[in-house]
């Protein structure tokens, strides 16, 4: 199974598109994530506070990232780093 995002493209570029799920990760304060890749995109659980406190209670979310969600957020990436998707 390959996600809608790779198709027809010569080659899979994880390294991208992990770099890219990782700043989301970051800027959304998530912990102990888990990553499912599906062919409409990756969904993505991981804990986070209920407070903003990095120590405050956590709850688990869950999120799918469609393929137009994680095209979006790459060319914010690369914008940021000044590379064209």
Known sequence: MRMRLFQGLPKT??????RTIGHYIDQSGFANIRL??????IILQ???STTGDIRGEKKTETYLLTVEDIQDMMRQ????RGKKL
Do not use: F, H
């Open 46 to 48: 991981g804990r986070v």
């Open 77 to 80: 990436a690369y914008a940021r």
């Open 36 to 41: 499912i890749e599906t062919e409409e995109g």
């Open 13 to 18: 570029d994880y390294q991208d598109l992990l």
